[in-house]
């Protein structure tokens, strides 16, 4: 073997074992379920690029996400969580993927990219019923939403959406079972109408609402916390699309 080539080799492995060292830095700490999950080449390209905004392997360990569980990605959007968590919970557990019939109704791509979501994951389930009777099975470990608890105040839905869907929430969960909620930050004390016009919500207001369901704040987060952001500005606004201060709840329901 010429020196030529041993030179080659060597600058190869070196690479591997630096690239292999980067990866396992920037899971550093986490469980290996999560990790893993996170770094499932099958994920979208659309999806990872959002990794470093929304830290989903902190994210999901802080939820306590274990291998096994059954939980349920409420209000799931394009479906970014729903395909991490099923690859978390591996195959002896279950994901149910929650979209409302309202939100499907109001935008067909919302189902499209619910059933694309869950075609790849064998224990992935789909589930479209309207927010007045979600359809949750009974004994979850973990119910999460994303930048969504807001929408259950928006104007199209009646007044106690947001306290029904707790109750449901409460019911289905197994004693001990949590409950995050991750959503844009509103300014202290803003009313909840902003949730229509900013799409934000004062965490205050989530707490008041999950509390009265029965439920207890175990933790909060400041992870995706963003002090930058004036809370003055609708989440889609350009400026602040993807930067906003998000808040991070964990209740449990007690046992």
């Known amino acids: 073997m010429t020196r ?10 070196s690479l591997a074992v630096a690239t292999l060292g980067a990866a396992s830095g920037a899971f550093a700490g986490l469980p290996a379920n999560l990790s893993a999950a996170v770094a499932d080449k099958a994920r979208p390209a659309g999806d990872v690029a959002r990794d ?7 994210l999901l360990a802080f939820a306590e996400v274990k291998p096994g569980q059954s939980v349920a990605d409420f209000m799931m959007g394009g479906g970014y969580f729903t395909r991490i968590l099923a690859a978390a919970v591996g195959p ?30 064998k224990n992935a389930v789909a589930l ?4 007045s009777a979600t359809g949750l099975p009974a004994g979850l470990d973990l119910v999460l939403t994303v930048q969504n608890y807001h929408d259950l ?12 869907v707790n109750a449901q929430i409460f019911k289905a969960l197994k004693p001990g079972g949590l409950y995050v909620v991750v959503d844009h930050a509103a300014a202290v004390g803003a ?7 900013l799409h934000r919500i004062d965490p205050a207001v989530v707490r008041t609402e999950v509390e009265a369901a029965g439920f207890k704040l175990a933790a909060e987060d400041a992870m995706l916390a963003n002090p930058e952001d004036p809370h003055s500005a609708n989440v889609f606004s350009p400026a602040i699309r993807g930067k906003t201060d998000q808040f991070v709840l964990k209740f449990r329901k007690p046992k």
């Open 4 to 13: 030529k080539r041993i030179v080659l080799i060597l600058s190869a492995l």
């Open 191 to 197: 009313p909840v109408e902003v949730a229509d016009s």
């Open 153 to 164: 105040h928006l104007k199209p839905f009646p007044a106690g959406t947001a306290a029904s």
């Open 128 to 131: 479209t019923g309207p927010l």
């Open 92 to 121: 002896t557990g279950k994901v149910y993927a929650y979209q409302s019939a309202e939100f499907i109704k109001f935008r067909a791509a919302y189902g499209t990219e619910q059933s694309t979501a869950v075609a790849d994951y």
């Open 52 to 58: 470093t905004a929304r830290k989903p392997a902190e």
